[in-house]
């Protein structure tokens, strides 16, 4: 990376975000040593303004952030790291140092969209995801068309849990299904977006 660290006085502002929810976790600031350090490494690391050395986030508390990609603005004088962190982000025990819930919630399909690629492309024995893969695309869309009637039939009762419990057997399985297709959710997504424009 091309960096403008003379714009900054030797210490470029880098924020971090959980590569798997998008919430920002915390601002630190690297220098060129910090930088080759994380990279190095896997471990965030930054330049501590207060200890005047370098720091890797979670040296004492076991609490790292496992880097996953690191990229500069448009300016050349800030840095987005995207990590997944190893317990909470800010040094008070919150998952942030913005005092906010870092929660997956709906970008936890992202996630599971990938266990479901490595299943397809991993197999293993003991695997549902891999053995209904082996089992060829006619049983994992009929898989679908199983749990898409279950929904509807949970839908005419009153009990919410089994209700969502089928829902979330259909939302896997047309992930496993779309897989299967070579396609995604987030493809699925853009289509919605574009029908929303």
Known sequence: ??????????????????????????????NEEAIAKTQETGK????????????TKGETSGNFLMLKSMVADCDRDTLLVKADPVGPACHTGADTCFNEENTKG?????????VIKGRRE????SSYTSKLF???????????????????????????????????DLLFHLMVLLEAKDASLPEVVEVLEARHK
Do not use: H
């Open 44 to 55: 965030v690391t930054f330049f501590s303004r207060t200890k005047n050395r370098l720091w």
């Open 134 to 168: 082996a089992r060829g695309i006619n049983k994992v869309a009929q898989k679908v068309g199983e749990e898409a009637v279950e929904v509807v039939i949970e839908a005419k009762d009153d009990n919410r849990n089994l209700f969502l419990n089928e829902a979330a």
């Open 106 to 114: 709906v970008s936890f399909l992202n996630q599971l969209g990938s």
């Open 122 to 125: 991993n197999p293993s024995e």
């Open 1 to 30: 990376m091309d960096l403008n660290f003379e714009k900054t006085g030797g210490l470029i502002p880098a924020i971090i975000q959980d590569e798997q929810t998008g919430k920002v976790l915390m601002l630190g600031y690297m």
